[in-house]
């Protein structure tokens, strides 16, 4: 799984940090920072829930 | 192909919005509008036709639209009562399409990110704890709108601005006549007033500056020239304004459900860590922002139905949110559900910038609900007797008497 943000849509809203801290925190101006864009095994079920619940869609999923 | 104007030509079509029965339920007559078909047509009090959105799986695509605007200064800005004319110059971030409404948003997003907000909780504990430690004090009844649910939220939103506190009493009643909306002449002055107030504390903070969001404004982005003068006393009245009277519906509506659904509050009180997605259930549940509006700027098909330039769109969230696709028994409150996807704050660009604020304040809050109140604890009026707030505005209740 290959993850990409999208900081120019970002809102800052956090709900990617919510439900992957591992995955997504957010700079010190509020947007959206990936800590890796390879997340293990474990950690995809959390990000598929980050993916739906970004609000502004800044968060995409790519293969391997 | 219905457009509003073929489907609007019905005679009984319902009114919009409409009352609920009971403070914490949505009115009676939205599940019927659901079931009729996720995107039905209303009549506002005007006598003008709009489309509503009852059903989650749209909700979350048409939130996401662009073609739907949230430019207030648009003539066509549908409006729910006639006080809400009066907001519609009040126009920054939340009444702004991209990408000048991100300009705005992300002056404020700093100040309300996830790390923030854990860092600011000591303080939200101690405030909490301070108003429960009063109450218990005072002992029965209290009244714990007064006590707890508005000055929680309104401590935090003052400190986390650097508005003084000391003037509470002066914009907590103006806020309220601002989003109860009587009349359109008490809505404008009491939005003047807010406006008049934040101009006066910028001035002062111009020459004396202090610690808070609105010092930080002033200092990188009205002395850089990033916004004028008047948008920033704009914006700083959204932030005040947004910041203490929804969670405070919250507060006060979510104490209500638990005293009326005496299992769950048990569930609460033998095992506090169930608070986080308790809250969620409230937010979800209770849908305080019962409705948002929308104006298409666009002609397109969905679901059916022909949307025009210039219709009026309306979100309901506590329909939304009742959704049995979406949400299996809708209609119980379960502490246990922690909903992840309700539109309680909104989705889209404009979902709230305050949610994290709001989950800390409510995560607190309700964690001292259920390990600090006692277990006798009741209301101290027959149910019946506890009013829910109008239809226009945030969803709430005006005092909540409690016994113990
Ligand atoms: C539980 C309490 C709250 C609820 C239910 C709530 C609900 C909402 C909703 C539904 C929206 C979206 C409006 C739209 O799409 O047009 C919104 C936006 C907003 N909220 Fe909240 N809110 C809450 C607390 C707060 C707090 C504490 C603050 C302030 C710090 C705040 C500030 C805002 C602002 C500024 C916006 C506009 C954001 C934008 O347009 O980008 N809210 N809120
Ligand atoms: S959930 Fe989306 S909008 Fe919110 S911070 Fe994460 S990427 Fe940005």
Redo the contacts between chains.
Sequence with gaps: MRVTTDTG?C?????C???A?EVF??D????VALLTDSPPDEEHENVL?AV??C???SIALGGA | MKDLKTAGQATDLPEFPMQRACPYEPPEGYAALREQSPLTVVTLFDGRPAWVVTSHALAREL??DERLSSDWTNPRFPVTSPARGALQKHNVMVGMDRPEH?HY??MV???????RMNRLRPRLQAIVDERLDAMLAAGPPADFVESVAVPVPSIAICELLGVPYADHEYFESETRKLVIRTSGEIAASALANLRAYLDKLIAVKEAEPGEGLVDDLIADQLHQGRIDRETLVKLCTIMLTAGHETTANVISLGLLALLRHPEQFDALRDDPDLVPGAVEEMLRYLSIAEVVSRVATADFEVHGRRIRAGDAVFFTNSAVNRDPDAFPDPDVFDVRRAP??HTG?????????G??LARAELDIVFRAVATRLPRGLRLAVPFEEVKAKGPAGPQGIIDLPLTW
């Design positions: 849509r809102v800052g809203a956090g709900q940090v919510l439900a801290p925190d957010q010190d101006d509020g947007t829930e739906q619940r609000p502004s869609l | 939130f996401t991100g948003r992300k997003i700093p100040s309300f990110t996830v790390k992840r996807l704050f909104g989705y889209g660009v404009h979902q709230c910038v949610q994290n």
